[in-house]
């Protein structure tokens, strides 16, 4: 194996430059962290390089390992860096086999031989710990980390720090206002009879069907958010009429199709592009490609692409939900709708990307399936 050799400080300058630039601008708290992982390995020539993070209402810390990777939790206090963090002290272990404190479970399992290990807590402007970088195998000749690398991680965090912070703060707004719209759009469905994950299911399908129609993540998030809004205008609608058994006259189902119009005046006043995103939708996720569709038979790309995606993903989970009146469709029935209505009721790109990506929406419909 051949060693790395130690850093000059012109070359340690370097990567401090490089990444806190690149970490300045990222707003997406998994890339910060991956970003910070690898300027914490490069600075201290390590194997591997982790940054966790406190979950303080979970009770938990959890890092993400790379780019697209979930994240992975553990409770407080376990495995070395959750000691290292509650503790408040670095650990640094030079040989890890040697020491009681190793759980070498992980090495069994992957086959990795783990030799020397650094944990170093990392602090807020408070004070307060929010997380720690953890190093696995010094590259050099000498095998193991030094206090030398245990400053060059305090300072790596030091300049990450602020702008971990914000982001942090950045994405508690983020899921904040999630669970916001969740509740509301919950509202909507409830009135209904639409039950359970139905508005999230809705969200994460439109997720899907954007980025397979090539929309950006940031768009694709944004539709995420604020499709679980698309009827949220029913909070306006009698119940009477909401919820009548059997045919509706001609006066009710005008006045159920209003909940379009109501949702979009609800939420178009807002300043807020989220809000301003979700009126979008709830005015036209009935519109229909061909023109039949209301409140206003637009058609084709007059209908805003967020609602035009929102359409399929809506029709294809009300179709798989079982309802007190109607069973849920099979498959083949459900497909067979879909290549029917391409370019009548639905845009024919999105249906191409429905069945391209049909797979990870059965995944989802599975993964958030109702409980009984
Ligand atoms: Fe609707
Ligand atoms: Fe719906």
Known sequence: MMYKQELTPEDLLKIIFEYTAKIANERQLNAVLVHMADMGRELILSDRCTVWLIDETNHEIYTTVAHGVDEIRIPFGTGLVGNAISAGEPIIIEDAYSDPRHNADNDRRTGYHTKSIITVPFRNNDGEIIGAYQAINKLTEVDYFTSRDLELLSLAASYAGKSLES?????????????????????????????????????????????????????????????????????????AVLNKPGKLTEEEYDLIKDHTKIGHQLLKGSKRELLRTASIVAEQHHEKWDGSGYPAGRKGEDIHIFGRITAVADVFDALSAERVYKEAWPLEKIEKLFREERGRHFDPRVVDVFFAELPKLLQIRKRLADEE
């Open 167 to 239: 982001v942090m703060l950045h994405q508690e707004i983020i899921d904040t206002q999630r669970e916001i719209i969740f509740t509301m759009g919950e509202i909507g469905e409830i009135r209904s009879k639409e039950t359970g994950n139905h508005v999230k299911r809705v969200a994460e399908y439109s997720y899907v069907l954007a980025l397979g129609l090539g929309l950006s993540v940031s768009q694709a998030e944004l539709l995420r958010t604020a499709s679980p809004m698309h009827d949220i205008g029913k909070v306006a609608i009698p119940d």
